[in-house]
Structures are given as structure tokens and as C-alpha cells.
């Protein structure tokens, strides 16, 4: 059975999302989800919140799907022991380090890979199985066949997206929000600039970051038959009336096998924008994809009428069976529920019948009068001596002692014994400044003068080493080169990439960066080494200490930390930090540009976004995909300030070259050796020094 797991950004979201036919939801507690401008719930109505649930067959999914820092653990340690003392079903995350914490204190609740985790290919999926989860949350970006080959191939469940919210960019690879005002995607606070207009070319106040929201209620059989286990609802963020609206017409879909105008209407009125999208899903790309929403009248009788599926009464959800006894000195009634949990109470002795005796069809007629309850009755076996008398207050009353009986127990659950969280050992911080290391994105930016400095690794893009044998065999023997792999590598595009892989092997390179966990599988087969890129997102010291586990040469910490964390982190393997460069602020599977204008002028290099403010971000690809990297404009630039860097316990620095030409290459270089000031029109200090809010 396809599962319908529904969004409950509140309490009243929750009913709303129970009493329309979720078989789950998902929810988040205090400040670690992702979505911090719900109202979410305090530990108090969480518990409330499962017993509610759990009466009505309906499992809790917390979501811890951020990034946490060090700091925050302890704070994060509660929570988790809270909400497994609560009865959650499973836990939603991101971070490597809080899924080791959820290990390690609450081994028997489920772990689920968030979509921010960028899970896209089997091998990302491979990799979360063996570290204990038991679902990934897929990209929203792959199509149909895709999740199809990962679901018969996969062994743990597989989650999808259904309705809702797309991003632009790649789940758990967005930093525009950070950068642009400190408020991360990754931290739960985006203030989603995506959804804000821009400029380009001869193209004004256009919105090419914006996509209508998913629409897959005419997929759903087919979704069941590829072995999909859970269909995932968005929108903590909206409204009980909307939670209500989209569950509800998910839930008869998938009941009747039907979708009918009406229900698609539904969905429309409930929210949209300009349409919805399953491009995604279909695999065509373009500009049918992308929306806005448009300033259009509620339909507020729609709105009045889902409020009463939630405000008032109950939905009957949970089937009950009742046993009835009534004999001489004995009224028993016994009620059995789904899970075979049995409650049995005795009411008043029945009396001899003076009048009309009680008979199997009245006493069945009474007891099936369970409107107001979570319970609907489809059985009663009764067993009644002749002449006998009960009254109609009698049985209600004995009615409500034993469905409240059951009410209480529904909601208890057994928790096992939990455990503590390993301590991270206490690394040794090197002594000695940090090496630098260089990427590339061009030929061109290799040039005499870098060759000259003798970085510690030349990072370069796999695409540009495997074109050239002549130029990468040159190179190899000059400096040490470490190829670059794209973040995103779907399943259809992986045995190229391996080719690629031991193609460079055969040319003495033993190492790769990899930004994504799908693509340490691949390496290792090739017979790499991985080092780890900023798109693990590793932001904290158990997240590095499951990375040392996972045996990476390097790990590059994530450029949203601040210089405290990123010195007292404790480093279990040599790790780098950016240092010079345009940050990398999205990764789309859709064009930037061809998406709006028809046409991608990405590998051009003169591709680039406009705000409103006018700052400008640099458009280029992904290695040599169709995929856009959407560039920050003002350049990170730490080479002033290298005492700093030399305090943090790194290995290395990375100079990162994207948009620059061979001449501002080396005048970056003689700035790196010079010490020279940072240009504040041009260049930034990123989050190291101001941080997130």
C-alpha cells in the first residue's frame, strides 16, 4: 500500500491532515527542521500529537532535517530521547552527524534520508542502507523511469514527492538564501529569493527561479506498482484548509482509483501556481515548468467546507470488533481493534424483561453508535439469554468505558531502554599554516603562473581531464590533480562517469571530490580515493566523524559555518575551507536561462541573473551537463586575512576560480602571495565572520 504522508506545520494542520485519510505525517518540534516558519510544535504537543495520532492508526514522522552545530548537540540529545519517550515512528534527516546521534540513543525508531540529503542515483540510496536508514527521500527532479530502476534495485523504502512546492535548486544545495541575508535553507529559514524576479538580457522582471508546484494525483498507480512506499505531501508552511484539501483529494484518489474535475479543481483553488507540474516526473524540461502565484479571490466556501472535515466531529477510521455477553448477572462487552489489542468492561447486571426484552438488534444497533469516536464498528458478535432487560444508558455507557479503555492503551507505547551518545574523540589540531589548494573550471586558468605556485592539489573538472589525454598526461606531471566530479550524476549518466574515472586511473590519478554521497560507491569501484566536497554539508564534529568513518582523504567544511565552529570542530581528517571564490549558490536540473528566453548561453560565460537591487549572479554549468550553477556575485576573499585561516586547525585553503580569465587568475594568485586587501565592492567575507540567523 502506497502511504499518504501529509504535512502538519500545527495542531489544527494535524486534525485537518488525520481527518482527511493520512496514513502519516511529518512534523517538527523546537528549532531543528526545515521549516522554522511553521509553527511547529513544543515538546509537550508533540506528545499530544502522537497519542492523537496513534489512536487513529496514523504514524508521526519528526523531522530533524537541518544542519546542527556543534553547540546545538546537547539541545539536539533531549529532543531525540524526548520524542522516542513520545512514541515517534521515525525520524527525518539530513545532517551525517544527527543521523549518528539517532543511532546511537534511539536505535529501534526508523531513520529517514531527507531530501536534503540530494539522493538521486541508487548508489546514494546503497550508501544510506548501510548506514542504518530505512527510506530516502528521492530528489524531486528525477522522472518516472528513474524511480523506477532505484525502487526495483533498492533495498530500503523509497519516498517521493507528490504535491507541493518545488524548488529550483537541489534539495539540501541552495545557499542563495544564506548568502543573500543569512537566513539558510539548510537551517530551516529560507526566505525563498527564488520566488523573487530577476533580470537578464533584454528579459526584465521575469521570474526564472520559480516553478509551479508538483501535481502527481493522476500517478498514483503507477507510483504504487514501481514499489513506491510513501507519497510525500508538501506544505507545512500553508494553511489547515489547504492540508485538508490536498490529503483529502489524495486520499479518494487513492481509494477510487478516479480523478475526476472536480477533485483537480479542488487542488487548484486550494493553491497554485499559474497551473501545476509534473515535468519532473515526465522528464521534458522547460519553460511549462515555471510560475508564479497570482493574486486571485479565495473560494471561500471551499474553505469553510474543509474546515468543517477537521473542526467538528470525528472521522471514523479505525475499524472495531465487539463481543457482547448478556446473561443472568452478567453484561460484558469486549472490543478488539486492528492490532488484535483487546479491552473488556462489565456494566450493570441485565433484569428480567417486563415489557420488551432486549434483543441481538437492538444491542448491535447500540453498540455501532460510535459517531463522535475515532472507531467505527464492522462487527459485533452478541450472545443474549431470552427475557432479559438492559437499558439503552447502560449499553452507551458501557459502549464509552470500553472504547475509552482502548483509547488509552492505542496510545501507549512500549519504549525500549535508549542509549548515550558517543563522545568524538579529541583529534590533534595541526600546528602548520594551511596548504593551498586550487580549482579550476577552464584550461585557460591554468596558467604558468599557478603551475608555478606548485599548489598542494589542482582540482580540476572530470569533464576537461578526460577530453585530453595528451593535456591531462602534461599535467599530471607537473602537479597534483584531483578531478572534480559533477554533484549531480543520475543513474542513466553513471557509466559514462566511470569510464571517465578509469580512464584517469590509467593516468597515475588515485583521487576524486565528490559532492555528493551517491558518488562515493562509483569512486571506490573505480578504484579511487574520494574526497569530500562543501555539497556533503558537513557542519559539525559527528558529522566529520562519520565522514573519517567513511574513510575520505579530506573534507571541505561547509562555507555557511562561522570561524569559531570551524575552529573548534574537532577534525578527525585533514579538512579545507573555501577561501577565495564565487560561491556556489544553486545547482538546478532545469536552465536557468533556456528555461525563460528558449535559448542557454551558460556555456557562453556572459550568463547572468539581476536583482532588484542590481547585484548580479553569474550563471555557468555543471562540468559540461545542461545543469546550472547559479554563482554569487561579490567573490569570497580570505587571502588578507591568512593569520586567521592558520588559527583554525586546517589542512588546507581553496582558491576557487569560476568566471575569472587567465589575467585575473594571476592577479589573485599575487594577492594570495602578497596579502593584499580585500575590495569591499567586490568581494565579501561570506558567513565566516557574520554567521546565520
Known sequence: ML????????????????????????????IYNARQGAKNFTPQALTEAVKYCHVRDVAVHLTLNTLVSDKETQELVQLIRHAAQSGVDAFIVQDLGVVRLCRQIAPHIPIHGSTQM????????????????????????????????????S??????????????????????????????????????????SYGYGRWQNQYPLSLKDSCLVRELKELEQMGVASLKLEGRMKRPEYVAAVTGIYRKALDTHMVTRDMEKTLLD??????????????????????????????????????????????????????????????????????????????????????????????????????????????????????????????????????NQLTALRARRDVPALGRPERIPNYRTPQEPPAYNIQVTTKEQITGRLLKMQPNLLYVPLHLLTEDAAFTRDLVGKVRVCPVLPRVVHDGELARLKDQLRSLRALGIREALVGNLGLLLPVRECGMHPRGDFGLNIYNSAALQSIREMELRSQCLSFEMTLPQIRDAQKGLPCEILAYGRLPLMITEN??????????????????????????????????????????????????????????????????????NPQEVDRVLSACRSGEAMDPGACTRGLYLRGLQ
Request: aromatic content about 6%; proline content about 4%; hydrophobic content about 35%.
Open 591 to 660: 536552465c536557468l536561462i533556456r528555461g525563460r528566453t528558449g535559448q542557454c548561453t551558460c556555456h557562453l560565460g556572459s550568463a547572468k541573473l539581476v536583482d532588484k537591487t542590481g547585484s548580479e549572479f553569474p550563471v555557468i554549468r555543471d562540468g559540461n551537463t545542461c545543469r546550472s550553477v547559479l554563482l554569487n556575485g561579490k567573490k569570497l576573499y580570505w587571502l588578507d586575512r591568512q593569520e586567521d585561516l592558520a588559527r583554525l586547525g586546517l589542512w588546507a585553503v581553496r582558491l576557487y576560480f569560476t568566471t575569472e
Open 118 to 153: 540530494t539522493i538521486h542515483s541508487l548508489p546514494g540510496v546503497l550508501l544510506c542502507a548501510a548506514w542504518g536508514l530505512s527510506r530516502v527521500v528521492l530528489s524531486r527532479e528525477l522522472s518516472r523511469e528513474e524511480i523506477r530502476y532505484i525502487c526495483q534495485n
Open 155 to 196: 533495498p530500503i523504502e523509497i519516498e517521493v514527492f507528490g504535491h507541493g512546492a518545488l524548488c529550483m535548486c537541489y534539495s539540501g544545495q541552495c545557499y542563495l538564501s544564506a548568502a543573500i541575508g543569512g537566513r539558510s535553507g539548510n537551517r530551516g529559514r529560507c526566505a525563498q529569493p527564488c520566488r523573487q
Open 270 to 403: 486550494a493553491f497554485n501556481r499559474q497551473g501545476f507540474t509534473q515535468g519532473y516526473y515526465d522528464g521534458i524540461l522547460g519553460g511549462e515548468m515555471f510560475g508564479v502565484r497570482e493574486d486571485t479571490r479565495e473560494n471561500a466556501a471551499l474553505f469553510k467546507e474543509l474546515r468543517q472535515t477537521y473542526e467538528t466531529g470525528e472521522t471514523p477510521l479505525v475499524p472495531i470488533r465487539f463481543q457482547a455477553v448478556v446473561r443472568p448477572g452478567l453484561t460484558q462487552l469486549t472490543v478488539i481493534d486492528p492490532q488484535n489489542r483487546v479491552c473488556t468492561a462489565q456494566g450493570p447486571a441485565p433484569e428480567m424483561a417486563r415489557v420488551a426484552e432486549l434483543t441481538k438488534e437492538v444491542l448491535i444497533a447500540r453498540l455501532t453508535k460510535t459517531g463522535g469516536t475515532p472507531y467505527r464498528c464492522v462487527e459485533a458478535a452478541v450472545e443474549i439469554e431470552p427475557g432479559l432487560s438492559l437499558s439503552a444508558s447502560a449499553i452507551n455507557g458501557l459502549r464509552r468505558d470500553v472504547l
Open 3 to 30: 502511504e499518504l504522508l501529509a504535512p502538519a506545520g500545527s495542531m489544527e494542520s494535524l486534525r485537518a491532515a488525520v481527518q482527511n485519510g493520512a496514513n502519516a505525517v511529518y512534523l517538527g518540534c523546537g
